[in-house]
């Protein structure tokens, strides 16, 4: 392209290379590989390399005009690649950053001869690791050999065979499906009869099944772990689900970083990943998941994807460090050491986050919009979209989430239309609306203990949904009249909106934010910063706090314009509208003006 640098590439001989998109939006397959994907064409573009994407996908960044230097709206399979590799030539090919689709696609092509038939070179992960982290009776070999634990587990090709490993592991077991996308056919089956239904549907999908040894009641905690070629590697966020296994990470509340390990078993999970991550040879980033005893410090590694995930998403916007443009930059085979960081501009890329904030990711699902689904969530995917929040503690943020899934929710009490017949069912059944049921629960007076022994849901987050209803409990006291200030700096700290004070003291949003406005009770408004404050923060992303003194940036008149977006994900509203959101932006700039998101 005009006016690009020359070709600065470590690896010689890349000047073109074809990036596979997801395809078609789909539940586990939305925005997250957009982004992933436009972040890798940028990194590339900046080593001034050629870049090709394929993807149908009309409604994304990726396959706008300005982006990518040709783009064919073509399926994302072998067939279909395999024409563009004869036509363009691209000397490699990126897998990682279309997730499932893509890393299927490019399994096919390697197996069949398509890339080396092309001279086209997979760069980053190799096929080979990525076949040890999606073949689970290989994932289970390549574990062992270094001593890192997975579930008790087999693979099957028949329904019988998966009637028989049931019977030696003993049931409750889990089915999960090898190459698979959101869980997709995945499972708990309490009885053969249940096992055998799962089994034959999850063979429709695929050719292999894994049935393996359900651990119930175990917490479920995630890695973001970057490598590169010369083998230095780091974690740069851990993230915990609010929900025990058994409930897909899409389908649960996910806090970052994690709030209930101790610190001997943050370190202990951060060591075996690092060493997992290293046998395997990713190479880029990747998600180790673990399911962890909640009262001992055994471990399984559940799985490992080989790409980039929706929690990759989340944990590059979490912590401000750019997943998807390092990884690409590492496939590249340049070293994290060479790389900048892009919050301090400063240091290098080989830093490993530390938050002084927490970020709760909570999904939205669109169920009412169908008749007669099951309301009920497993590890199979139903989840549509879902928002992140930030605060300075977990009710904070926990309660900001719930606003902005935008379904009549004042946040995690004080509200109105969630209406539960048994109280004690919808609480121990994960379902969309779970969480309303257990803050209702401890209202009525069902103690944390009851709650864990039917929920599995950690005593951490159940006493920090505790504090939110004794904070209710004191404002409903103050009914119809003004809240005591320390009463008042109290709720706005743990996250309560003016609206919801105003519900529990039967009084006007406009009453509290007088209120508010007589004592001079704003918030701050303040930066993510990775590094704990060592280094000054230089970044675009900030959030609004009560648990604060002073703002972190200065505001200044500026010729700017505010764009507002489309919020959660939903049906009818989705990744079109961050396209059009960021077209203006892009435009705005380029008229002169600055942007507010």
Same mark, same amino acid.
């Given at each position: 392209?005009?006016?690009?640098?020359?070709?600065?590439?470590?690896?010689?001989?890349?000047?073109?290379?074809?990036?596979?998109?997801?395809?078609?939006?789909?539940?586990?397959? &939305?925005?997250?590989?957009?982004?992933?994907?436009?972040? &890798?064409?940028?990194?590339?573009?900046?080593?001034?390399?050629?870049?090709?994407?394929?993807?149908?996908?009309?409604?994304?960044?990726?396959?706008?005009?300005?982006?990518?230097?040709?783009?064919?709206?073509?399926?994302?399979?072998?067939?279909?690649?395999?024409?563009?590799?004869?036509?363009?030539?691209?000397?490699?090919?990126?897998?990682?950053?279309?997730?499932?689709?893509?890393?299927?696609?490019?399994?096919?092509?390697?197996?069949?001869?398509?890339?080396?038939?092309?001279?086209?070179?997979?760069?980053?992960?190799?096929?080979?690791?990525?076949?040890?982290?999606?073949?689970?009776?290989?994932?289970?070999?390549?574990?062992?050999?270094? /001593?890192?634990?997975?579930?008790?587990?087999?693979?099957?090709?028949?329904?019988?065979?998966? %009637?028989?490993?049931?019977?030696?592991?003993?049931?409750?077991?889990?089915?999960?499906?090898?190459?698979?996308?959101? =869980?997709?056919?995945?499972?708990?089956?309490?009885?053969?009869?249940?096992?055998?239904?799962?089994?034959?549907?999850?063979?429709?999908?695929?050719?292999?099944?894994?049935?393996?040894?359900?651990?119930? =009641?175990?917490?479920?905690?995630?890695?973001?772990?970057?490598?590169?070629?010369?083998?230095?590697? !780091?974690?740069?966020?851990?993230?915990?689900?609010?929900?025990?296994? /058994?409930?897909?990470?899409?389908?649960?509340?996910?806090?970052?970083?994690? *709030?209930?390990?101790?610190?001997? #078993?943050?370190? %202990?999970?951060?060591?075996?990943?690092?060493?997992?991550?290293?046998?395997?040879? !990713?190479?880029?980033?990747?998600?180790?998941?673990?399911?962890?005893?909640?009262?001992?410090?055994?471990?399984?590694?559940?799985?490992?994807?080989?790409?980039?995930?929706?929690?990759?998403?989340?944990?590059?916007?979490?912590? =401000?460090?750019?997943?998807?443009?390092?990884?690409?930059?590492?496939?590249?085979?340049?070293?994290?050491? #060479?790389?900048?960081?892009?919050?301090?501009?400063?240091?290098?890329?080989?830093?490993?986050?530390?938050?002084?904030?927490?970020?709760?990711?909570?999904?939205?699902?669109?169920?009412?919009?169908?008749?007669?689904?099951?309301?009920?969530?497993?590890?199979?995917?139903?989840?549509?979209?879902?928002?992140?929040?930030?605060?300075?503690?977990?009710?904070?943020?926990?309660?900001?989430?719930?606003?902005?899934?935008?379904?009549?929710?004042?946040?995690?009490?004080?509200?109105?239309?969630?209406?539960?017949?048994?109280?004690? +069912?919808?609480?121990?059944?994960?379902?969309?609306?779970?969480?309303? +049921?257990?803050? *209702?629960? !401890?209202? &009525? /007076?069902?103690?944390?203990?009851?709650?864990?022994?039917?929920?599995?849901?950690?005593?951490?987050?159940?006493?920090?949904?505790?504090?939110?209803?004794?904070?209710?409990?004191?404002?409903?006291?103050? &009914? =119809?009249?003004?809240?005591?200030?320390?009463?008042?700096?109290?709720?706005?700290?743990?996250?309560?909106?003016?609206?919801?004070?105003?519900?529990?003291?039967?009084?006007?949003?406009?009453?509290?934010?007088?209120?508010? #406005?007589?004592?001079?009770?704003?918030?701050?408004?303040?930066?993510?910063?990775?590094? /704990?404050?060592?280094?000054?923060? *230089?970044?675009?992303?900030?959030?609004?706090?009560?648990?604060?003194?002073?703002?972190?940036? #200065?505001?200044?008149?500026?010729?700017?314009?505010?764009?507002?977006?489309?919020?959660?994900?939903?049906?009818?509203?989705?990744?079109?509208?961050?396209?059009?959101?960021?077209?203006?932006?892009?435009?705005?700039?380029?008229?002169?003006?600055?942007?507010? %998101?």
């Amino acid at each position: 392209m005009p006016g690009q640098p020359s070709v600065t590439t470590k690896i010689e001989g890349i000047k073109k290379v074809l990036i596979l998109g997801s395809s078609a939006l789909k539940i586990g397959e &939305a925005g997250e590989f957009d982004y992933s994907g436009s972040q &890798a064409i940028k990194a590339l573009r900046e080593e001034g390399i050629k870049t090709i994407v394929i993807n149908p996908n009309v409604a994304t960044i990726q396959t706008s005009d300005y982006l990518a230097d040709e783009v064919y709206f073509l399926p994302v399979t072998p067939y279909f690649v395999e024409k563009v590799l004869e036509r363009e030539k691209p000397e490699g090919i990126l897998l990682g950053f279309g997730g499932q689709t893509a890393l299927n696609c490019g399994l096919a092509l390697d197996r069949a001869g398509t890339l080396k038939k092309h001279n086209c070179r997979v760069l980053g992960t190799s096929t080979k690791a990525i076949e040890d982290t999606e073949d689970r009776d290989l994932f289970a070999k390549r574990l062992a050999e270094i /001593g890192v634990l997975c579930p008790k587990s087999q693979a099957a090709e028949t329904v019988e065979q998966a %009637m028989e490993i049931a019977d030696r592991l003993s049931y409750p077991v889990m089915v999960r499906i090898a190459y698979a996308l959101g =869980g997709l056919g995945s499972g708990v089956c309490r009885t053969p009869e249940a096992l055998r239904a799962k089994a034959e549907m999850a063979l429709t999908h695929t050719h292999q099944i894994l049935v393996e040894e359900y651990l119930e =009641g175990w917490k479920e905690v995630e890695y973001e772990v970057v490598r590169d070629y010369a083998d230095n590697c !780091i974690t740069v966020c851990n993230m915990e689900n609010f929900d025990p296994l /058994g409930i897909h990470t899409g389908e649960s509340i996910v806090v970052a970083p994690s *709030q209930t390990l101790t610190d001997h #078993e943050y370190h %202990m999970l951060r060591e075996i990943a690092i060493r997992t991550i290293r046998h395997l040879g !990713i190479v880029g980033e990747c998600n180790i998941q673990y399911a962890l005893h909640p009262k001992s410090r055994e471990y399984r590694v559940i799985e490992v994807n080989a790409r980039l995930s929706r929690s990759s998403a989340l944990a590059s916007k979490a912590t =401000g460090y750019p997943l998807a443009f390092v990884a690409t930059k590492l496939s590249l085979g340049y070293s994290l050491h #060479e790389l900048p960081n892009s919050i301090t501009k400063v240091t290098k890329a080989f830093f490993e986050p530390a938050l002084d904030y927490v970020v709760v990711k909570f999904p939205r699902w669109d169920l009412k919009k169908f008749q007669n689904v099951s309301r009920k969530l497993g590890s199979s995917m139903k989840s549509v979209g879902e928002v992140m929040a930030i605060g300075r503690n977990f009710e904070e943020a926990l309660q900001k989430a719930c606003r902005m899934l935008e379904i009549g929710a004042r946040g995690v009490v004080c509200n109105e239309g969630f209406n539960f017949e048994d109280l004690a +069912a919808s609480i121990s059944t994960p379902t969309d609306k779970r969480l309303f +049921a257990v803050s *209702q629960g !401890i209202e &009525a /007076g069902i103690t944390v203990d009851e709650i864990y022994r039917t929920a599995f849901i950690d005593k951490w987050f159940l006493y920090k949904i505790q504090n939110l209803v004794e904070i209710a409990k004191e404002l409903k006291t103050h &009914a =119809g009249k003004d809240v005591p200030l320390p009463l008042l700096k109290e709720a706005k700290r743990f996250g309560f909106s003016d609206d919801q004070i105003a519900f529990a003291t039967k009084r006007t949003e406009n009453d509290i934010f007088q209120q508010r #406005e007589k004592h001079n009770l704003h918030p701050c408004v303040k930066q993510i910063d990775t590094l /704990g404050a060592e280094y000054p923060a *230089q970044t675009n992303y900030l959030y609004l706090t009560y648990n604060g003194v002073e703002d972190d940036i #200065e505001f200044k008149e500026y010729n700017s314009v505010l764009i507002l977006g489309s919020g959660a994900y939903r049906i009818g509203c989705s990744v079109e509208f961050d396209w059009c959101a960021v077209n203006a932006g892009i435009t705005l700039r380029k008229l002169g003006y600055s942007t507010v %998101m």
